[in-house]
Every structure is written in C-alpha cells, then in structure tokens.
C-alpha cells in the first residue's frame, strides 16, 4: 500500500515537473556567410555560402546564400571561407622564443613545470592562426596530454589536439634530450628513450595508458639533438617492427621522425602511418610509400627560421652545420614526391619556429610544387585522413564540427593570405573576428 502511494506521488510530481519547466530552448543556431568557400574534399573554390551551425557541428551548407531567420548571422562579406586548418607536426609544449642565446637553458634550467605554464600561450596562439586541429608529436613528461586535456575541457583556448606523450627512441638518439651533457649528472621527468623490442613495446604501453592519441618514434637521427648524424638508423627494423606492432594492436597510428634515406624505408617497411621529415627520401623510398600508402610528412619551412635564428640562439655550429646537410635537399624531395603523386599532410614542426607562423609553409609547398589547392588539401581534408578523424574535421559539411576560418583575398591566387587568418571559429564558438 505505502508503495503505491510512494509510485504515485512519484508519478504526480514527475507530471508536475513537467508542466512547469521552461521549455527546452532550440539549440543555438549561426549562420556564417561569406562570398566564397573551399570545397577541401573536391578541391574546389566555390561561390556565396552559408553555413548553418547548429551546437557545435555544421548542420547545412546552403548555396542558395540564405541565412535562415531563426540563426544569428555572422556575415563576413566578401572573404573566402575554408575548414578549420590542420598541422600534423606540432610541439605546442616549447617555443624557440624561450632561447635566447643560451642553448643550455630548456635542458638545464627548466623543468617541465616551466613547460606546462607557457604552453597555453602557443596553443592559443596555433588556433588564432586558424588552426583548429593539430597532432602533437613529441611531449615528455606529458605536458600535450594535460594541455589536450584543458582544451577538451574549456579551461583553456587551443586547436583540437591529438598527443603522442615522449617520442620513443634509443639512448644518445634524437629522442634523449640529455646526450653530451657530463654522466654525472641526473636528469628526472619521464622521457622517451627505450632500447630493444621488449623495452620498445613497454613504452608504447605506457604511452597508451598515460593518455597518448598516436605513438611517435624516432627511426632516424635528427638536426637538433647532439648526436654526429643527421640521417642514421636509430632502431633496429625488429625494434621498429615490434613498435608499430604494439601501437597498431592497440589501435594507435604511428608517426616516425626520419631524414635518412634507409630510415626512411625501414619505417616505411616496418608499417608506419607517416613519416615526418622526410628530407633524404629516395627513389624506392617514393616507391614504397606509395606502395604502402605511407603519409609523407614534409615540414619545408624550417630550414629558412633554422638557418635564420638558431646560430644566434646559441646552438652549436655543428647544428646549423646538420641543418645546411638536410634543409635544400629535404625541399627538392619535397617536389619529387609531389609529382609522384604520394600522400602529403601539412606539417611543420611548430615549436622549431614560433607558434603561430604555421601558415607560413603554404608558401614554402606552392614553391616547391604543390598547388594551392593542394597545399590546402594537404593542411584540410588529407590531413583529416591520416588522423582518422574525417568524421569530425577537415571540410565544410554537415556533420562534420563547426571549425571555420576566413581570409581576405583569394587563397588559389595567392597561398600566403593563409598566414592573415582573421575569422576563426571552432566548434561554433568564435575565437577571432577580425576581418570585419
Ligand atoms: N625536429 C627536426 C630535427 O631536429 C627539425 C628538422 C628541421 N629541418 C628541416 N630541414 N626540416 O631533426
């Protein structure tokens, strides 16, 4: 009996409930309209567009240029609308900035707090650039996982990120920060460096379960680190076929640093998504890559800030020196593997040069072969796929999130209006309107 009684007062203020709350606003609406827009995924400029957002994901992409009257419009005349921008090769965790003169200071000075307190300055400024999207590649003590994490929350501005944690790589190799510093000293925080296929296999694991998106190795030697070679293996191919195999079973894809021509292809070899760099890549690299489907990962407009800043910096000579060894030969690959017809993402390595400067390299690929329109597919709908998030990012269309930024001028005609973004809209909030 009292059960009942408590059902039905139950019921009764459920009802009443009901009857008295307000009702449920419509989801925001935004319309956003400009003169023209890219088509990323038909590599195509189109004419008058409104894009209706709904919440934040584009609900409709109207030619017929009306704004429906219930949507709050948004109209930026006469600019040129593209999706949101991405880079597939940032370091949002450092800027060359904080160097000034003394080489030692990130090492030696800082730890990964001084790290954590400035890394929000870069990722606001990244996505103010127009760039709603980047894959971080290379973090230690998982700086990028909590900056991911503050963005996804809204504690913080910054592009969508996808996080490896610290790049995997052997001892004295390009991942080990500590190489030519005295054995007497210890460094702590948690990096990357593992050596042989079990140790390889365990710091994926880890990277897996402390937050990481996709898993970054270092096949080769690089530019920026102590070690004599640019181009070298660093792994065995057992030690990198144990990686991508782990990282794969874990659902992870795989990103590899690589300059040297047999690095290169053992990576590509060992299954690897994308290589980054890519800068002494050969013929039967080309060849392989196709083969396989590998996304080839060129960051072209280092060698210009590097040569420029980095002896000034205080960097040794023997950096600037590895640098002149990679930096033309790595833009003349560039161009062969353009016409080669392979699959190219944007990525620059941001954190090498300032934050921000990201469109810069569209410039950098237009010289060196690519179109426009590819250069923009590169940094849009192509690099949506090698993320395996073309379900969420890198077109204007329904579905997809609200991630939009406008330049004056026609990008087709002139790349470089890509470095004066001055909408930027992510997931339909806007976070700069400077072009009205
Ligand atoms: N992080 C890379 C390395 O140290 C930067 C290479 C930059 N140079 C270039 N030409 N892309 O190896």
């Known amino acids: ?27 925001q609406r935004i319309a956003v309209k400009a003169a023209h827009w890219i088509d990323a995924e038909a590599g195509r400029m189109r004419g008058a567009v409104v894009v209706v957002i709904e919440g934040d994901r584009i ?18 005349g006469g600019a040129t609308l593209l999706p949101g921008l991405i880079d597939v090769h940032t370091h949002l965790t450092s800027d060359p900035t904080e160097i000034k003169g003394d080489y030692y200071e990130s090492v030696l000075k800082r730890s990964a707090i001084d790290s954590a307190i400035l890394a929000h300055l870069y990722a606001k400024r990244t996505l103010d650039a127009g760039f709603t999207t980047v894959r971080n590649v290379g973090a230690d003590d998982y700086v990028d996982v909590a900056l991911r994490n503050a963005i996804d929350r809204g504690d913080i501005p910054g592009p969508r990120m996808l996080v490896s944690g610290p790049a995997i790589g052997a001892t004295g190799g390009h991942a080990d920060d500590t190489t030519g510093y005295s054995p007497w000293i210890e460094f702590h925080g948690v990096n990357g460096v593992a050596d042989g296929v079990d140790a390889v296999r365990l710091k994926v694991r880890e990277n ?8 970054k190795f270092m096949a080769s030697a690089g530019v920026l680190s102590a070690e004599t070679s640019v181009g070298a293996p660093q792994y065995t191919q057992e030690e990198m076929n144990a990686l991508v195999d782990e990282a794969h079973r874990w659902g992870k894809k795989v990103a590899a640093h690589a300059h040297g021509a047999e690095a290169i292809k053992m990576a590509i070899r060992a299954g ?12 039967e690299g080309l060849k392989l ?14 060698d210009d800030y590097i040569l420029a800043e980095y002896a000034k910096k205080g960097f040794p000579a023997s950096t600037v020196e590895k640098e002149k060894l990679v930096g033309r030969l790595q833009r003349e690959n560039f161009r062969r593997a353009v016409q080669a017809g392979e699959k190219m993402a944007f990525a620059t390595d941001a954190g090498v040069y300032p934050h921000g400067w990201n469109g810069k ?7 060196w072969g690519m179109t426009p329109m590819q250069a923009i597919q590169a940094a849009t709908w192509n690099a949506a796929d090698l993320l395996g998030w073309r379900d969420r990012v890198g077109a204007i269309k329904p579905g997809l999130y609200a991630d939009l930024v406008a330049v004056d001028g026609d990008p087709l005609q002139d790349v470089s209006v890509l470095e004066h973004v001055g909408f930027v809209m992510k997931g339909g909030a806007v976070d700069k309107d400077a072009l009205r």
């Open 1 to 27: 009996m009292l059960r009942t009684l408590c059902l039905a007062l139950l019921f009764a203020s459920t009802a009443a409930a009901a009857a008295d709350a307000p009702a449920v606003p419509p989801p």
């Open 59 to 76: 609900k409709e992409v109207r030619e017929d240029g009306q704004a429906p009257a219930d949507a709050k419009l948004v109209d930026l």
């Open 208 to 215: 897996v379960k402390n937050g990481a998106d996709v898993i």
């Open 272 to 283: 690897v998504d994308s290589v980054e760099h890519c800068s002494m890549i050969d013929a």
């Open 289 to 302: 890559a196709k083969q396989r489907g590998t996304w080839l990962d060129f960051d072209v407009y280092n």
């Open 361 to 367: 390299q569209f410039a950098k690929m237009v010289e």
